[in-house]
């Protein structure tokens, strides 16, 4: 989620030649010396502040973009490449587990993924991120993640939105659908459920300017100012076998324990997450 890059630092009034410093005619023939350098560590949060077409690649595994979601299963997985800066998206039936593969995935931890899913009839966008838990290196910098994927969380779903355009153009009322975002961690501060609201507002650039100035939650404040004043709940998916929910079972694997605690409105604690292999 944070690496650190090497960039040099140099004098911004590097010293003049005595011939300089005088004005003189001549010349001097001195090899320069060599300008100081410094080598600071500048750390760089996952990925840009905005959304960059050109730097996002879109995978379609399986899935035919004018089957609605609600009668057949669609899932995103996002991964971040910290070498090129660059996003790859697939698009499948069920999450991509080729792609949360290898080394880098495994310490960082930055891919996030999605379904879509009916309950009761509506649909709504269920998106997971994995905040600490697995090392102790995630679990030392919790609150860091945590603040560094409510800032880029805009530029995911927008990635997700411009990724299966097609779909949204020929369905464009998932456009309306809920948000729903699981924060996976097992620090209980950050292991929560918030409601990020429809997709279309989701989507769009934080109203605070996102500057690097501005802190991360500022969307998630953002959306749960509006959430209690709204019918905005949970779904729960029906007990028995029916036809107003799909998928019948969650293409993310994830145990449905939770607390109840704040069952209805607002921010809610998240189930426990298992480790995708």
């Given at each position: 989620?944070?690496?650190?890059?090497?960039?040099?630092?140099?004098?911004?009034?590097p010293?003049?030649s005595?011939?300089?410093?005088?004005?003189?005619?001549?010349?001097?023939?001195?090899?320069?010396?060599?300008?100081?350098?410094?080598?600071?560590?500048?750390?760089?949060?996952?990925?840009?502040?905005?959304?960059?077409?050109?730097?996002?690649?879109?995978?379609?595994?399986?899935?035919?973009?004018?089957?609605?979601?609600?009668?057949?299963?669609?899932?995103?997985?996002?991964?971040?490449?910290?070498?090129?800066?660059?996003?790859t998206?697939?698009?499948?039936?069920?999450?991509?587990n080729?792609?949360?593969?290898g080394?880098?995935?495994?310490?960082?931890?930055?891919?996030?993924?999605?379904?879509?899913?009916?309950?009761?009839?509506?649909?709504?966008?269920?998106?997971?991120?994995?905040?600490?838990?697995?090392?102790?290196?995630?679990?030392?910098?919790?609150?860091?993640?945590?603040?560094?994927?409510c800032?880029?969380?805009?530029?995911?779903?927008?990635?997700?939105?411009?990724?299966?355009?097609?779909?949204?153009?020929?369905?464009?009322?998932?456009?309306?659908?809920?948000?729903?975002?699981?924060?996976?961690?097992?620090?209980p501060?950050?292991?929560?459920?918030?409601?990020?609201?429809?997709?279309?507002?989701?989507?769009?650039?934080?109203?605070?300017?996102?500057?690097?100035?501005?802190?991360?939650?500022?969307?998630?404040?953002?959306?749960?100012?509006?959430?209690?004043?709204?019918?905005?709940?949970?779904?729960q998916?029906?007990?028995?076998?029916?036809?107003?929910?799909?998928?019948?079972?969650?293409?993310?694997?994830?145990?449905?324990k939770?607390?109840?605690?704040?069952?209805?409105?607002?921010?809610?604690?998240?189930?426990d997450?298992?480790?995708?292999?």
């Amino acid at each position: 989620m944070v690496t650190l890059t090497f960039a040099p630092v140099f004098h911004a009034n590097p010293r003049r030649s005595e011939f300089e410093h005088k004005g003189s005619v001549f010349v001097s023939r001195r090899k320069p010396k060599k300008k100081n350098q410094a080598v600071v560590p500048v750390a760089r949060l996952f990925g840009p502040a905005i959304f960059e077409a050109s730097k996002l690649k879109v995978l379609f595994l399986g899935v035919d973009e004018k089957k609605h979601p609600g009668k057949l299963p669609r899932a995103y997985t996002l991964t971040h490449s910290d070498i090129t800066s660059k996003l790859t998206l697939a698009i499948s039936q069920t999450i991509n587990n080729s792609q949360l593969q290898g080394w880098a995935n495994k310490i960082y931890r930055d891919e996030v993924v999605a379904e879509w899913k009916k309950v009761k009839g509506k649909m709504s966008l269920h998106v997971h991120c994995h905040i600490s838990g697995g090392h102790f290196l995630l679990d030392l910098c919790a609150r860091l993640r945590y603040f560094i994927f409510c800032k880029e969380l805009p530029v995911v779903l927008k990635a997700f939105v411009y990724g299966d355009g097609n779909l949204l153009k020929n369905y464009p009322e998932l456009q309306e659908s809920l948000v729903w975002v699981y924060f996976h961690s097992n620090v209980p501060e950050f292991n929560r459920v918030e409601c990020w609201g429809p997709l279309v507002e989701a989507a769009a650039p934080c109203s605070g300017g996102g500057g690097d100035g501005d802190d991360g939650r500022d969307r998630s404040q953002e959306m749960q100012k509006h959430m209690f004043g709204s019918n905005w709940e949970r779904p729960q998916p029906c007990q028995d076998n029916c036809n107003c929910c799909f998928p019948p079972m969650s293409l993310i694997p994830w145990s449905p324990k939770h607390s109840h605690g704040n069952e209805g409105h607002g921010t809610q604690a998240a189930p426990d997450l298992n480790t995708i292999e």
